[in-house]
Protein backbone atom coordinates (compact mmCIF):
# COMPACT_ATOMS: atom_id res chain seq x y z
CA UNK A 1 0.00 0.00 0.00
CA UNK A 2 2.77 2.22 0.64
CA UNK A 3 3.76 1.76 -3.09
CA UNK A 4 0.78 2.27 -4.14
CA UNK A 5 0.91 5.60 -2.60
CA UNK A 6 3.52 6.55 -4.44
CA UNK A 7 1.82 5.54 -7.40
CA UNK A 8 -0.99 7.76 -7.06
CA UNK A 9 1.17 10.68 -6.02
CA UNK A 10 3.58 10.05 -8.68
CA UNK A 11 2.09 8.14 -11.38
CA UNK A 12 2.88 5.02 -13.01
CA UNK A 13 6.38 3.58 -12.75
CA UNK A 14 8.54 3.53 -16.29
CA UNK A 15 11.22 0.72 -15.47
CA UNK A 16 11.47 -2.66 -14.03
CA UNK A 17 14.19 -3.95 -13.50
CA UNK A 18 15.59 -7.76 -12.00
CA UNK A 19 18.92 -8.41 -10.99
CA UNK A 20 20.30 -11.83 -10.51
CA UNK A 21 23.61 -12.83 -8.44
CA UNK A 22 26.07 -13.91 -10.83
CA UNK A 23 28.07 -16.60 -8.60
CA UNK A 24 31.54 -16.14 -11.48
CA UNK A 25 32.07 -12.76 -10.58
CA UNK A 26 35.62 -11.79 -9.74
CA UNK A 27 34.68 -10.18 -6.61
CA UNK A 28 33.24 -13.63 -5.43
CA UNK A 29 36.02 -15.92 -7.03
CA UNK A 30 39.12 -13.93 -6.15
CA UNK A 31 38.32 -14.36 -2.29
CA UNK A 32 37.41 -17.99 -2.70
CA UNK A 33 40.11 -20.20 -1.64
CA UNK A 34 41.11 -23.09 -3.93
CA UNK A 35 39.18 -25.78 -1.81
CA UNK A 36 36.36 -23.69 -1.62
CA UNK A 37 32.99 -23.79 -3.98
CA UNK A 38 30.70 -20.48 -4.17
CA UNK A 39 27.59 -22.33 -3.19
CA UNK A 40 29.35 -22.87 0.39
CA UNK A 41 30.17 -19.20 0.91
CA UNK A 42 26.85 -17.75 1.34
CA UNK A 43 28.33 -14.75 3.55
CA UNK A 44 30.58 -13.68 0.93
CA UNK A 45 27.44 -14.00 -1.84
CA UNK A 46 25.56 -11.49 0.47
CA UNK A 47 28.42 -8.84 0.67
CA UNK A 48 29.05 -8.80 -3.21
CA UNK A 49 25.24 -8.71 -4.06
CA UNK A 50 24.69 -6.07 -1.58
CA UNK A 51 27.46 -4.36 -2.86
CA UNK A 52 26.03 -4.17 -6.55
CA UNK A 53 22.83 -3.62 -5.12
CA UNK A 54 23.96 -0.42 -3.57
CA UNK A 55 25.97 0.44 -7.03
CA UNK A 56 22.55 -0.29 -8.65
CA UNK A 57 21.02 2.92 -6.71
CA UNK A 58 23.83 4.83 -7.23
CA UNK A 59 23.06 4.58 -11.31
CA UNK A 60 19.42 4.94 -10.95
CA UNK A 61 19.44 8.30 -8.15
CA UNK A 62 22.58 9.88 -8.50
CA UNK A 63 24.02 9.01 -12.01
CA UNK A 64 20.48 9.54 -13.25
CA UNK A 65 21.01 6.79 -16.33
CA UNK A 66 17.24 6.82 -16.89
CA UNK A 67 16.68 10.19 -16.33
CA UNK A 68 15.39 12.28 -13.26
CA UNK A 69 13.98 9.83 -10.58
CA UNK A 70 10.96 10.64 -8.79
CA UNK A 71 10.46 7.82 -7.02
CA UNK A 72 11.68 4.20 -6.94
CA UNK A 73 11.47 1.04 -4.78
CA UNK A 74 13.27 -2.45 -4.45
CA UNK A 75 13.32 -5.43 -2.76
CA UNK A 76 15.20 -8.43 -2.49
CA UNK A 77 14.16 -12.36 -3.00
CA UNK A 78 16.17 -15.59 -2.29
CA UNK A 79 15.61 -18.27 -5.02
CA UNK A 80 15.59 -22.09 -3.33
CA UNK A 81 18.72 -22.92 -5.20
CA UNK A 82 20.20 -19.90 -3.16
CA UNK A 83 21.08 -17.12 -5.43
CA UNK A 84 19.67 -13.55 -4.55
CA UNK A 85 18.15 -11.45 -7.31
CA UNK A 86 16.32 -7.55 -6.69
CA UNK A 87 13.22 -6.09 -8.34
CA UNK A 88 13.43 -2.33 -8.87
CA UNK A 89 10.54 -0.11 -9.92
CA UNK A 90 11.63 3.22 -11.17
CA UNK A 91 9.31 6.54 -11.50
CA UNK A 92 10.91 8.97 -13.86
CA UNK A 93 9.68 12.58 -13.42
CA UNK A 94 7.34 14.48 -16.45
CA UNK A 95 10.29 15.38 -17.77
CA UNK A 96 11.70 12.39 -18.57
CA UNK A 97 8.70 10.06 -18.95
CA UNK A 98 8.93 7.54 -21.52
CA UNK A 99 6.07 8.13 -23.87
CA UNK A 100 7.12 6.56 -27.61
CA UNK A 101 8.70 3.47 -28.94
CA UNK A 102 12.00 5.78 -29.55
CA UNK A 103 12.47 6.47 -26.18
CA UNK A 104 11.86 2.84 -25.24
CA UNK A 105 14.69 1.89 -27.46
CA UNK A 106 17.23 4.12 -26.10
CA UNK A 107 17.31 2.22 -23.10
CA UNK A 108 15.74 -1.22 -23.91
CA UNK A 109 17.24 -4.02 -26.60
CA UNK A 110 16.10 -7.17 -27.20
CA UNK A 111 18.22 -7.74 -29.91
CA UNK A 112 21.92 -9.92 -30.47
CA UNK A 113 24.36 -7.35 -30.73
CA UNK A 114 27.21 -7.82 -33.74
CA UNK A 115 29.49 -10.31 -32.70
CA UNK A 116 32.55 -8.16 -34.80
CA UNK A 117 31.13 -4.64 -33.85
CA UNK A 118 30.14 -5.00 -30.03
CA UNK A 119 31.93 -8.52 -29.05
CA UNK A 120 31.86 -7.97 -25.50
CA UNK A 121 28.57 -7.48 -25.07
CA UNK A 122 27.94 -10.11 -27.62
CA UNK A 123 29.17 -12.49 -25.13
CA UNK A 124 27.51 -11.30 -22.07
CA UNK A 125 23.94 -11.69 -24.07
CA UNK A 126 24.77 -15.31 -25.13
CA UNK A 127 25.91 -15.90 -22.14
CA UNK A 128 23.20 -14.04 -19.64
CA UNK A 129 20.34 -12.67 -21.88
CA UNK A 130 19.01 -15.59 -23.72
CA UNK A 131 15.89 -17.67 -22.63
CA UNK A 132 15.52 -21.27 -22.58
CA UNK A 133 15.65 -23.44 -24.19
CA UNK A 134 12.05 -24.34 -24.07
CA UNK A 135 8.77 -24.82 -26.33
CA UNK A 136 9.44 -27.76 -28.73
CA UNK A 137 13.31 -27.85 -27.86
CA UNK A 138 12.78 -28.68 -24.35
CA UNK A 139 9.36 -29.60 -23.20
CA UNK A 140 9.92 -29.98 -19.80
CA UNK A 141 11.87 -26.88 -18.45
CA UNK A 142 10.53 -25.30 -15.63
CA UNK A 143 8.72 -21.91 -16.73
CA UNK A 144 6.09 -24.56 -19.45
CA UNK A 145 2.96 -24.33 -18.21
CA UNK A 146 0.02 -26.09 -19.92
CA UNK A 147 2.57 -27.11 -23.04
CA UNK A 148 3.51 -23.53 -23.95
CA UNK A 149 6.08 -21.16 -22.04
CA UNK A 150 4.55 -18.69 -19.28
CA UNK A 151 6.78 -16.01 -20.54
CA UNK A 152 4.96 -16.63 -24.18
CA UNK A 153 9.17 -16.93 -25.71
CA UNK A 154 9.72 -17.68 -28.07
CA UNK A 155 8.84 -13.68 -29.11
CA UNK A 156 7.15 -13.24 -32.52
CA UNK A 157 9.76 -10.78 -34.55
CA UNK A 158 9.52 -7.39 -35.44
CA UNK A 159 10.94 -4.86 -37.02
CA UNK A 160 10.44 -1.48 -34.88
CA UNK A 161 9.42 -1.59 -31.70
CA UNK A 162 5.86 -0.47 -30.65
CA UNK A 163 3.52 -0.03 -27.50
CA UNK A 164 1.91 -3.02 -25.85
CA UNK A 165 -1.59 -3.45 -25.34
CA UNK A 166 -2.10 -3.16 -21.21
CA UNK A 167 1.01 -4.93 -21.66
CA UNK A 168 4.96 -4.74 -21.75
CA UNK A 169 5.69 -2.88 -25.22
CA UNK A 170 6.38 -5.32 -28.02
CA UNK A 171 10.30 -4.82 -28.47
CA UNK A 172 12.33 -4.51 -31.70
CA UNK A 173 13.20 -8.18 -32.83
CA UNK A 174 14.27 -8.20 -36.28
CA UNK A 175 14.45 -11.41 -38.60
CA UNK A 176 18.28 -11.14 -39.15
CA UNK A 177 19.12 -14.82 -39.78
CA UNK A 178 21.54 -14.76 -37.38
CA UNK A 179 21.60 -17.73 -34.46
CA UNK A 180 23.80 -18.40 -31.65
CA UNK A 181 24.21 -22.05 -29.69
CA UNK A 182 23.21 -21.85 -26.47
CA UNK A 183 22.68 -25.02 -24.72
CA UNK A 184 23.35 -27.08 -27.22
CA UNK A 185 20.38 -25.14 -29.39
CA UNK A 186 20.76 -22.72 -32.01
CA UNK A 187 18.78 -19.36 -30.54
CA UNK A 188 18.20 -16.15 -32.67
CA UNK A 189 16.62 -12.61 -31.28
CA UNK A 190 13.27 -14.19 -30.45
CA UNK A 191 14.77 -15.67 -27.72
CA UNK A 192 16.36 -12.54 -25.93
CA UNK A 193 15.35 -11.21 -22.39
CA UNK A 194 15.35 -7.30 -23.07
CA UNK A 195 17.91 -5.63 -21.57
CA UNK A 196 20.34 -3.09 -21.04
CA UNK A 197 23.37 -2.59 -23.02
CA UNK A 198 25.14 -0.21 -20.71
CA UNK A 199 24.55 -2.06 -17.11
CA UNK A 200 25.17 -5.28 -18.96
CA UNK A 201 28.02 -4.57 -19.54
CA UNK A 202 28.60 -3.46 -16.18
CA UNK A 203 27.42 -6.04 -13.93
CA UNK A 204 28.24 -8.90 -15.81
CA UNK A 205 24.85 -10.74 -14.98
CA UNK A 206 21.46 -11.42 -15.79
CA UNK A 207 19.34 -7.68 -15.83
CA UNK A 208 16.54 -7.84 -17.48
CA UNK A 209 14.77 -4.15 -17.95
CA UNK A 210 11.38 -3.73 -18.90
CA UNK A 211 9.64 -0.51 -20.04
CA UNK A 212 6.21 -0.61 -17.92
CA UNK A 213 4.44 2.46 -18.41
CA UNK A 214 1.08 1.09 -20.48
CA UNK A 215 0.34 -1.68 -17.78
CA UNK A 216 -3.23 -1.39 -16.86
CA UNK A 217 -3.03 -2.92 -14.05
CA UNK A 218 0.20 -1.75 -12.35
CA UNK A 219 -0.62 -3.00 -8.74
CA UNK A 220 0.39 -7.08 -9.99
CA UNK A 221 4.08 -5.63 -10.35
CA UNK A 222 4.09 -4.03 -7.08
CA UNK A 223 2.63 -7.66 -5.60
CA UNK A 224 5.08 -9.35 -7.22
CA UNK A 225 8.02 -7.43 -6.12
CA UNK A 226 6.65 -7.26 -2.45
CA UNK A 227 5.12 -10.79 -2.23
CA UNK A 228 7.33 -12.08 0.62
CA UNK A 229 9.28 -15.33 1.71
CA UNK A 230 9.13 -18.42 -0.47
CA UNK A 231 7.31 -21.22 1.25
CA UNK A 232 7.76 -24.99 1.19
CA UNK A 233 5.78 -27.95 2.31
CA UNK A 234 6.86 -31.48 3.77
CA UNK A 235 5.90 -34.66 5.62
CA UNK A 236 7.75 -37.12 7.53
CA UNK A 237 7.34 -40.24 7.83
CA UNK A 238 8.88 -43.84 8.35
CA UNK A 239 10.44 -45.72 4.99
CA UNK A 240 8.08 -48.63 5.57
CA UNK A 241 6.03 -49.43 2.75
CA UNK A 242 3.06 -51.10 4.99
CA UNK A 243 2.78 -48.06 7.28
CA UNK A 244 -0.37 -46.17 6.01
CA UNK A 245 0.18 -42.24 5.78
CA UNK A 246 -2.40 -39.62 6.41
CA UNK A 247 -0.87 -36.68 4.27
CA UNK A 248 -3.66 -34.08 5.27
CA UNK A 249 -2.20 -34.88 9.27
CA UNK A 250 1.10 -35.14 8.08
CA UNK A 251 1.04 -31.83 5.82
CA UNK A 252 3.38 -28.94 7.22
CA UNK A 253 4.09 -25.50 6.15
CA UNK A 254 7.28 -23.85 6.42
CA UNK A 255 9.30 -20.69 5.56
CA UNK A 256 12.14 -21.63 3.23
CA UNK A 257 15.18 -19.85 4.19
CA UNK A 258 18.50 -20.02 1.85
CA UNK A 259 21.93 -19.56 3.42
CA UNK A 260 22.23 -16.43 1.88
CA UNK A 261 18.90 -15.49 3.08
CA UNK A 262 20.15 -16.28 6.62
CA UNK A 263 23.12 -14.52 6.03
CA UNK A 264 22.11 -11.33 4.76
CA UNK A 265 19.50 -11.07 7.41
CA UNK A 266 22.24 -11.70 10.16
CA UNK A 267 24.31 -9.08 8.39
CA UNK A 268 20.84 -6.65 8.58
CA UNK A 269 20.75 -5.68 4.99
CA UNK A 270 17.58 -4.12 4.23
CA UNK A 271 15.01 -6.40 2.82
CA UNK A 272 13.59 -3.70 0.55
CA UNK A 273 13.62 0.17 0.71
CA UNK A 274 11.63 3.28 -0.81
CA UNK A 275 12.14 6.29 -1.80
CA UNK A 276 10.73 8.67 -0.93
CA UNK A 277 9.41 7.53 2.14
CA UNK A 278 5.83 7.48 3.25
CA UNK A 279 4.50 8.37 6.56
CA UNK A 280 1.91 6.10 8.03
CA UNK A 281 -0.88 8.54 9.50
CA UNK A 282 -3.07 6.96 12.09
CA UNK A 283 -6.68 7.33 12.13
CA UNK A 284 -8.84 6.97 15.51
CA UNK A 285 -12.13 8.79 17.12
CA UNK A 286 -11.75 10.97 19.89
CA UNK A 287 -10.14 9.21 23.06
CA UNK A 288 -9.70 6.37 20.97
CA UNK A 289 -5.81 6.25 20.17
CA UNK A 290 -3.70 3.64 21.24
CA UNK A 291 -0.88 4.41 23.54
CA UNK A 292 1.90 2.68 24.71
CA UNK A 293 4.36 3.01 27.67
CA UNK A 294 6.68 0.67 29.48
CA UNK A 295 5.28 -2.20 31.96
CA UNK A 296 7.13 -0.70 34.76
CA UNK A 297 4.75 2.33 34.63
CA UNK A 298 2.09 2.82 37.16
CA UNK A 299 -1.50 3.63 35.91
CA UNK A 300 -1.12 7.23 37.86
CA UNK A 301 1.79 8.20 35.95
CA UNK A 302 0.25 7.12 32.97
CA UNK A 303 -2.91 8.80 32.91
CA UNK A 304 -1.30 11.70 34.37
CA UNK A 305 1.24 11.61 31.63
CA UNK A 306 0.15 14.87 28.90
CA UNK A 307 2.55 13.37 26.44
CA UNK A 308 1.19 9.91 25.80
CA UNK A 309 -2.47 11.25 24.22
CA UNK A 310 -0.56 12.89 21.80
CA UNK A 311 -0.73 11.68 17.76
CA UNK A 312 -0.36 12.78 14.52
CA UNK A 313 -3.77 13.28 14.10
CA UNK A 314 -4.18 15.17 17.49
CA UNK A 315 -1.17 17.12 17.04
CA UNK A 316 -2.50 17.93 13.10
CA UNK A 317 -5.19 19.65 14.64
CA UNK A 318 -3.33 21.58 17.20
CA UNK A 319 -1.48 23.00 14.38
CA UNK A 320 -4.20 24.02 12.22
CA UNK A 321 -5.25 25.86 15.20
CA UNK A 322 -2.39 27.31 16.11
CA UNK A 323 0.79 27.80 13.52
CA UNK A 324 0.39 30.54 10.98
CA UNK A 325 1.64 28.62 8.28
CA UNK A 326 -0.69 25.68 8.34
CA UNK A 327 -3.48 28.18 8.49
CA UNK A 328 -2.66 29.89 4.97
CA UNK A 329 -1.72 26.55 3.69
CA UNK A 330 -4.82 24.82 4.52
CA UNK A 331 -4.07 21.35 4.33
CA UNK A 332 -5.32 17.98 3.94
CA UNK A 333 -4.26 15.43 6.81
CA UNK A 334 -2.34 13.26 3.76
CA UNK A 335 -0.69 16.18 2.67
CA UNK A 336 0.95 17.43 5.95
CA UNK A 337 3.53 15.38 5.96
CA UNK A 338 5.21 17.08 2.68
CA UNK A 339 5.73 20.34 4.87
CA UNK A 340 6.18 19.17 8.45
CA UNK A 341 8.26 16.61 9.83
CA UNK A 342 6.74 14.32 12.94
CA UNK A 343 8.97 14.00 15.70
CA UNK A 344 8.43 10.93 18.05
CA UNK A 345 10.72 11.84 20.53
CA UNK A 346 8.73 15.17 21.47
CA UNK A 347 5.21 13.97 19.90
CA UNK A 348 5.15 17.24 17.41
CA UNK A 349 5.28 18.16 14.22
CA UNK A 350 7.63 21.11 12.48
CA UNK A 351 8.15 22.80 9.89
CA UNK A 352 10.43 20.38 7.02
CA UNK A 353 13.40 21.92 6.13
CA UNK A 354 15.03 19.53 3.28
CA UNK A 355 13.59 15.98 2.39
CA UNK A 356 10.47 15.02 0.45
CA UNK A 357 7.72 12.37 1.67
CA UNK A 358 4.31 11.52 1.02
CA UNK A 359 1.58 10.18 3.47
CA UNK A 360 -0.74 7.78 3.59
CA UNK A 361 -3.84 7.55 6.02
CA UNK A 362 -4.62 4.01 7.27
CA UNK A 363 -7.17 2.21 5.31
CA UNK A 364 -10.64 2.11 6.99
CA UNK A 365 -13.10 -0.64 6.31
CA UNK A 366 -17.00 0.72 5.25
CA UNK A 367 -17.98 -1.53 8.24
CA UNK A 368 -16.19 0.17 10.77
CA UNK A 369 -18.68 2.84 10.77
CA UNK A 370 -17.92 6.21 12.56
CA UNK A 371 -14.03 5.62 12.11
CA UNK A 372 -15.05 5.64 8.27
CA UNK A 373 -16.43 8.46 8.11
CA UNK A 374 -13.91 10.41 10.27
CA UNK A 375 -11.27 9.07 7.29
CA UNK A 376 -13.92 10.50 4.64
CA UNK A 377 -13.68 13.77 6.39
CA UNK A 378 -10.11 13.68 6.37
CA UNK A 379 -9.50 13.11 3.30
CA UNK A 380 -11.90 16.14 1.88
CA UNK A 381 -11.91 18.79 4.52
CA UNK A 382 -8.62 20.66 4.62
CA UNK A 383 -7.02 22.34 7.70
CA UNK A 384 -9.54 21.03 10.40
CA UNK A 385 -8.96 22.30 14.06
CA UNK A 386 -10.88 19.52 16.12
CA UNK A 387 -13.06 16.35 15.85
CA UNK A 388 -16.01 19.32 16.78
CA UNK A 389 -14.59 21.39 13.97
CA UNK A 390 -15.05 18.41 11.35
CA UNK A 391 -18.79 17.67 12.44
CA UNK A 392 -19.75 21.47 12.31
CA UNK A 393 -21.29 22.32 9.36
CA UNK A 394 -22.72 26.16 8.55
CA UNK A 395 -22.32 26.77 12.24
CA UNK A 396 -24.11 23.62 13.28
CA UNK A 397 -22.92 21.08 15.48
CA UNK A 398 -23.97 17.32 13.81
CA UNK A 399 -24.33 14.53 15.98
CA UNK A 400 -22.21 12.18 14.40
CA UNK A 401 -19.59 12.21 11.21
CA UNK A 402 -21.72 10.10 8.88
CA UNK A 403 -23.97 13.53 9.56
CA UNK A 404 -21.43 15.99 8.76
CA UNK A 405 -20.46 14.09 5.57
CA UNK A 406 -23.85 13.75 4.21
CA UNK A 407 -24.24 17.68 4.66
CA UNK A 408 -21.13 18.16 3.10
CA UNK A 409 -22.53 16.28 0.22
CA UNK A 410 -19.70 13.49 0.61
CA UNK A 411 -22.31 10.72 0.42
CA UNK A 412 -24.48 12.10 -2.05
CA UNK A 413 -25.02 9.69 -5.59
CA UNK A 414 -22.63 6.74 -4.03
CA UNK A 415 -19.38 9.38 -3.92
CA UNK A 416 -18.00 7.79 -1.20
CA UNK A 417 -18.77 4.52 -1.86
CA UNK A 418 -16.99 5.20 -5.08
CA UNK A 419 -14.08 7.10 -3.69
CA UNK A 420 -13.80 3.35 -1.29
CA UNK A 421 -13.17 0.95 -4.61
CA UNK A 422 -11.42 3.12 -6.18
CA UNK A 423 -8.67 3.19 -3.35
CA UNK A 424 -9.01 -0.43 -3.07
CA UNK A 425 -8.85 -1.74 -6.54
CA UNK A 426 -5.22 -0.16 -6.20
CA UNK A 427 -3.81 -2.41 -4.21
CA UNK A 428 -6.36 -5.18 -3.35
CA UNK A 429 -7.04 -8.38 -6.18
CA UNK A 430 -10.18 -9.12 -7.19
CA UNK A 431 -11.02 -11.51 -4.64
CA UNK A 432 -10.51 -9.19 -1.96
CA UNK A 433 -12.30 -6.48 -4.14
CA UNK A 434 -15.31 -8.63 -4.57
CA UNK A 435 -15.59 -9.43 -1.29
CA UNK A 436 -15.37 -5.39 -0.32
CA UNK A 437 -18.13 -5.11 -2.59
CA UNK A 438 -20.43 -7.38 -0.74
CA UNK A 439 -19.93 -5.75 2.07
CA UNK A 440 -20.92 -2.40 0.81
CA UNK A 441 -24.06 -4.09 -0.54
CA UNK A 442 -24.88 -5.18 3.10
CA UNK A 443 -24.04 -2.65 5.19
CA UNK A 444 -23.76 0.47 2.88
CA UNK A 445 -27.33 0.71 1.27
CA UNK A 446 -25.82 2.01 -2.13
CA UNK A 447 -28.46 4.02 -4.57
CA UNK A 448 -27.46 2.21 -7.40
CA UNK A 449 -25.51 -1.00 -6.87
CA UNK A 450 -25.81 -1.99 -10.54
CA UNK A 451 -23.93 1.08 -12.04
CA UNK A 452 -21.20 0.72 -9.16
CA UNK A 453 -21.35 -3.19 -10.50
CA UNK A 454 -20.58 -2.33 -13.97
CA UNK A 455 -17.93 0.81 -13.35
CA UNK A 456 -15.33 -1.58 -10.93
CA UNK A 457 -16.80 -4.96 -13.44
CA UNK A 458 -13.62 -5.42 -15.13
CA UNK A 459 -11.20 -5.00 -11.79
CA UNK A 460 -13.37 -8.26 -10.65
CA UNK A 461 -12.98 -11.04 -13.01
CA UNK A 462 -13.41 -14.49 -12.81
CA UNK A 463 -17.29 -14.35 -11.56
CA UNK A 464 -19.88 -16.50 -13.25
CA UNK A 465 -22.24 -14.80 -14.99
CA UNK A 466 -25.40 -15.85 -14.85
Given amino acids: MDAIALVRHFGKPDIFMTITCNPSWPEIKEHLLPTDETQNRPDLISRVFRAKVEEMKTDILKRSIFGKVAAFMYSIEFQKCGLPHAHFLVILTDDYKLLTPEAYDKFVCAELPGPDTYSYLHKLVVKHMMHGTCGHLNPTNLCMKRNECKFKYPKSF ?44 KY ?66 PISEMTPSVYHLPLHLDGLQF ?87 LMNVRAPKSYKDLITVN ?24 ECMLEAACYQMPYSLRRLFATILVYCSP ?12 SMPKILKS
Fill in 204 to 269: NCHINVEVCSDIKVVKYIYKYIYKGHDKISFGLHEDNANIQIDEIKEYQSARWVSPPEAMWRLFAF
Fill in 158 to 201: ADETTKGKNSYPIYRRRNTGKSVKVRKQFLDNSWVVPYNPYLLC
Fill in 291 to 377: VSFKKTNTIDSIVKNPMIKKTMLTEFFLMNETNKDTKELKLLYKDFPQHFVWSSSYKMWTQRQQGHVIGRVVTCHPTEGERYYLRLL
Fill in 447 to 458: DNPRELWEQFED
Fill in 395 to 418: EICCDTFRESAEKRGLLHCDNSLI
